[in-house]
């Protein structure tokens, strides 16, 4: 089974607040709050969940099937708290619950965290037994739960503060392929910069048509590009890249530096791409169909042979 794990932002709140009452309902004793409380929860306190530490959801087939956030530790920053961990029942037993248990973690390592901790009722066996492969350990500490008297294990697990690597990825396709979404999303979910020439000329109110402007700004972003990851960072690129000697440049580029590199390919058939186009209506002048007809056929295909080059090639679903 495919899943895939996200940050969890703000047009994520009803997948949220729907996950977290399902995980009430169907684990009544498992969490510390209860399905009444979050029923009377005000709409606004939903978004605590957003700023307040991270929270991922975890989707399987297309459906948000799970839920953990870490919160950090109120009064020393080398802790995080595991907390609200729940997998749908028909993900049980699936590896699900491990993605999360990684996004959690690797938050906390982002954070600056050396240490997360988790609170996990004495008698629930099967999380106990999850978590102590996952890499908990008791700390010798019990809590008594004040809503109901059930004795709380305190478990933890190290994490690890490595020298990050940098990853550079390519979002490549046509216009209307579905990069700005797909980049959008990588940069919350891998908690990275994305740049993307169209916004930095918009806003600086230079035409996207205006091909030596846009060298320019391509130019200047590539530079941040490779201070950032130099740094350890992730960076977006989404940039269109359509010839392979541009994308081999930065492929190289990257990987020169330490960095990985991947590229993430949106292939969609010229009718959808005209479609999505004239549907959005972003571009002034509009997009001409046969334009776009030459631009596909223009268009470098990314082979075998240039995949073969990358860290990680991702063809997501324009
Ligand atoms: C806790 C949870 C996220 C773990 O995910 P999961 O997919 O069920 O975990 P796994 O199946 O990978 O691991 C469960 C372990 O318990 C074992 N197990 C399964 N059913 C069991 C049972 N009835 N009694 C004892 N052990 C059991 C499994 O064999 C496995 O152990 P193993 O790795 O040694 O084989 C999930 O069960 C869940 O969402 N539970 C409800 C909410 C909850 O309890 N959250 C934790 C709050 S602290």
């Known amino acids: 089974m495919n899943f895939t794990v996200r940050r969890a932002q703000l047009e994520d709140l009803a997948s949220l607040r729907d996950l977290r009452i399902q995980a009430l309902t169907e684990s009544p004793t498992a969490f510390s709050s209860t399905v009444d409380i979050e029923l009377a929860r005000a709409p606004e306190t939903w978004r605590r969940w957003l700023t307040n530490g991270a929270t991922f959801l975890l989707t399987a087939e297309g459906r948000d099937s799970g839920i953990a956030a870490g919160l950090p530790d109120k009064d020393d920053p080398s802790i995080v708290y595991l907390v609200s961990m729940w997998v749908h029942p028909s993900l049980r037993g699936s590896g699900a619950a491990e993605h999360l248990v990684a996004a959690v973690k690797e938050w906390a390592v982002r954070f600056g965290a050396s240490q997360v901790r988790l609170l996990c009722v004495r008698d629930n066996i099967r999380a106990g037994r999850f978590y102590e492969r996952v890499g ?21 697990c190290q994490v690890e503060r490595r020298a990050r690597r940098g990853a550079l990825i390519i979002v490549c ?3 209307g392929s579905g990069k700005t979404t797909h980049a959008r999303q990588l940069e ?7 740049l993307c020439p169209d916004e930095w000329m918009q806003e600086l109110a230079i035409s996207v048509w205006d091909e030596t402007a846009r060298a320019r700004v391509e130019a200047l972003q590539w530079k941040l590009a490779q201070r950032l990851l130099t740094r350890g960072m992730t960076v977006v690129l989404e940039w269109g890249t359509w010839a392979r000697q541009e994308r081999e440049t930065l492929r190289a580029g990257a990987q020169a530096l330490g960095a990985s590199a991947e590229l993430h ?3 969609a058939p010229v009718d959808m791409l005209f479609d999505r186009l004239q549907h959005r209506g972003a571009e002034r002048p509009a997009i001409q169909r046969k334009a776009l007809e030459e631009w596909a056929a223009a268009f470098e295909v990314p082979d075998e042979e240039e995949r073969a080059l990358f860290d990680q090639v991702v063809a997501p679903e324009a």
């Open 136 to 156: 908990f350990r008791s700390t010798g500490k019990n809590i008594v739960r004040e809503r109901d008297g059930a004795i709380e294990l305190e478990l933890a």
């Open 173 to 175: 396709g046509l216009p």
């Open 188 to 194: 919350s979910a891998r908690s990275a910069v994305r």
């Open 265 to 267: 390919y949106l292939a």
